[in-house]
């Protein structure tokens, strides 16, 4: 299921394809064991392959490829319309380390916390839609504004028209 979303194999940035070293299945097992906080074991490439492989994967969109098409999956299993029409977005203000830099970070006066706000917007089976970081300075308003927006890009079909009234956050 995932081969297809994945890019093609090797190193193809202008300087020829060179094959994998280690498969992907290995490569996908490891990450998801190094997410799920576990140092990896015997059978595992080394932590920099892993480390390169995802990154260069995160730049590719494949990361939000295969996200995207679990949640078309469950949708349809679930007997819905694989793509979302409405959503619904919430905010965290999470307090940010000193190593933050301060053009990220912003001052909740709310939850009276320096730091960052975490948009998450979910469809009705709650289900992972987008997710919008800002400075909590940030107006509520404002970024449920922006994450409709990245809401509406990712699927524009859905017919999303945007935040209604009852978003009546500072």
């Known amino acids: 299921m995932l081969e297809p979303l994945l890019p093609p194999p090797g190193d193809t940035a202008d300087r020829g394809v060179r094959p994998e070293k280690h498969c992907r299945r290995m490569i996908l097992d490891a990450i998801a064991y190094l997410v799920r906080g576990a140092i990896g074991g015997a059978n595992c ?3 920099t392959t892993v480390y390169d492989v995802f990154t260069r994967w995160v730049r590719a969109g494949v990361w939000r490829r ?3 098409a679990l949640r078309h999956r469950l949708r349809v299993r679930a007997g819905r319309d ?3 029409t409405a959503a619904v ?9 000193d190593t933050v830099p301060r053009s990220s970070r ?8 320096n730091g960052r706000k975490r948009h998450p917007a979910v469809d009705a089976t709650g289900l992972l839609l ?10 509520d308003r404002a970024a449920a504004f922006l994450a409709t927006r990245v809401c509406v890009t990712r699927s524009p079909r859905s017919g999303w028209s945007g935040p209604t009234g009852a978003t009546q956050g500072g």
């Open 106 to 113: 912003g001052w909740d006066g709310g939850k009276r916390t």
């Open 82 to 84: 694989r793509c979302s």
């Open 45 to 47: 490439p080394p932590p």
């Open 89 to 97: 977005i919430d905010s965290q203000t999470v307090p940010a380390a």
């Open 66 to 68: 295969i996200h995207d």
């Open 130 to 139: 987008a997710v919008l970081v800002a400075a909590a300075s940030i107006r």
